[in-house]
Each structure stands twice: as C-alpha cells, then as structure tokens.
C-alpha cells in the first residue's frame, strides 16, 4: 500500500513497487491529494493504475461530498466465490470442459449479450416508481436491466473454476452492474460537472466533479448508487446459482459452503481516524478486520481468499486484483495468441477472439492474457500489512465474456 499526503502534497512510498506506478496513475493520485473534497489521504493498492479521474486501485474518504468518477462506472463491480466438496484432485480436462459448456448455455456472456425475458428481482419492481423522475431513467434502460440480471457482460468479468491449496474445487465470479450502473455513473458525473462549474468548484480535473451529500442531488445520487450495488450483488446471486447448477450437473455430488459476494466499486459511510466519512474504493476491498476478501490474478495466474487485517491507513481496504502493466489496446498490439496461449498453460478456456470494431477490428483481442496484468504474487507480498492469504486458487477453467 501507498499513500499521497493531502496536507503538503508529498509522496511516502511503503513498498517498493512504489516506484513502478504509471506517471498517469501517480498524477491522477495527486490531483486527488489537492482535491477540496478529500479527507487525510490518498491510500494506494498495489494493483494501482490509471483509470477516469481516479486510479483504479485508489481509495479516498470525503467528510462531505461524494465523487461519482472515484465510484467508477460500473457501480458495484465486484467478486463471488464459493467453496465446493469436490476434491481438487477429482476433476479431469473432459469435465472442467463441460462445465464450461454448460456455464454457456445457462449464462449469457460476453458484451451485449442478456437473457431474452426480463429475470425475476423484487426489488426491481419496488425501485421503479421512485426512479420515473430520474433523467437517466427510460423503460430500455429499465427493460435491460431486467434482462441482464445474471448474465457475465465482457471486458474483464469472468466466471472460473479453481482449485485451491485446501484441496477444494471453488467456483469464482467477477461481474458487476452491467448497463444499470453504467448509465447512473456517467449521469450523476455530468450532473456534478455541470454544478461545479456553476459554483467555480476549485477542483483539479474535470473528471473529479463532485456532489455534496447534504444537496438533492447528491443523495439522489446515493440512492441510486445503492439500488446499483443491490443489483449489481443480485446479478453476481443469480451468476453464481447458475454457476453451481453448471457444476453440479457434470458433478452431482457436489455440495456448496456459503457463497462470498462483495463489491469493489463503491461509497459507503464509515467511521475513520475519529469522523463518519464516505469511503470511495474504486477497484479496492474493503478489508477489516477478520473480514473475507478475494483478490483475483489474472485469467492464468493464482487467486486469492484472504482475510483482512483493519489496517487504517489503509481506510481498511485492500487491492481487488492484480492490476495492468498493459492497456486492452496495447496488449493486442504487442502479444500473439501463441504466447498467450503457452502462457495459459493447462487452462481450459476458449481461445482468443477477434476484436469486431475500431481501429484494431479484425486482430486478435489479448487484452486479457496474463501478460497483460501485474505479476499476483508481487501483488499480494506489498500488501501483507494489509490482509492475510487464506486459500491460494489455481485457476482450471475460465470463461471470460
């Protein structure tokens, strides 16, 4: 973990991976530190790298406004695991195949891809009328977000099989709010522009507009930041049910523990250094103490179920992956399919698709391979002051969207 000091704008590195953050990363760092808004500090998770307005991998605290873009745009993105009572040891290539196979046929995946009927949610039809008044509200808006209740979306999300050091297979999601979330975000931070910009804000950047909690539209913006990360945790319910269905019909003796679910794009108010203060982790876990967490590698490389350690300079929080050292673009620029296939190992996965549209329309998308993220290990030895590795996960089936 590393910090940048508000009051004199300095930097403190705690580790030496300090020194490898991307330049834009560390910028964006300290335009937060200058931010009006920020409270104490801002708290560095090793996985940190550039992101719009804030760093993912960053976590800030605000004693009175809120920061739609240090939420991030997919509000409630975050993880679920579950351990299962079939043995590591017990599983073979062909079977890890058909979990994959029925995995698909039982969840949408993949960017654009939803269910063809509205899923069932009681909170769904309880939220609606209170959101008719909303201009990001529309019956589309509303309609897909009733079809991509349990369905993966692309990008980085994935559904995985692992098999951990306690000699369990444990299933493993990543996947958030979807559409819903998306076009809250990119609201509420136009709205919050629009605003500062009237009252002479003195922010540092545009993308750090910020609403405060006592106005209308900043509880407005609370309220339906909370109804995302209700859905976002009910889209990751409803993966997850699917996901033990997939495995318990080429496994049918398999028993699953009590499933994690938890997010990592989020407000929320919490208690720190003496004062209630609305905590941002944007790509950051909270990590209490004793408190389950998972950090993810990269698509061929470990995993980790760790517990946390209430670390408060950390605003107990803990990173929530490994982190790029390559942007989508880059990766698929400078990698081949030959060496992201031979880093993937034994892996079962689908091979790598093309990319459909821009610039790069027509070559292979490796924006995902495990080159393309920070090394895991190195990940998790930076932040021992942090949390404590409990199970360490090999992956043995992915499906990514």
Known sequence: MKW??????????????CTVIENEAMSQAEDLARHPSVYKHVALMPDCHPGYGMPIGGVIACTEDIIPNAVGVDIGCG?????????SSDTARPLLRDVITQVRELIPCGEGKSHRGNQSWENMDE?????????WFSSHVMDLAGKNLGT???????????AGD?????????????HLGNIIAKYYHKLALSLNT?????IPAKDLAFLPVSSAEGKEYIHDMNFALAYARENRRQIMDRFMAAFAHVFPGADFEKPINIHHNYAALENHFGRNVWVHRKGATSARKNETGIIPGSMGTPSYIVEGLGNPESFMSCSHGAGRVMGRKQASRTLSPLECDKAMGDVVYNRWNKIRRGKGQGEFDLGEAPQAYKNIEDVIKSELDLIRPVVKLRPLAVVKG
């Open 4 to 17: 940048v000091k508000k009051e004199d704008n300095y930097r403190v590195p705690l580790k030496s991976w």
């Open 79 to 87: 993880m679920g695991a579950v351990r299962t009572s079939i043995a």
């Open 127 to 135: 939220h609606i009328d209170n959101f008719k008044d909303r201009k």
């Open 152 to 162: 993966l979306g692309g990008g980085n999300h994935f559904i995985e099989v692992q």
């Open 166 to 178: 306690d000699d369990r297979v444990w299933l493993m999601i990543h996947s958030g709010s979807r």
């Open 198 to 202: 009237r009252w002479n804000a003195a």
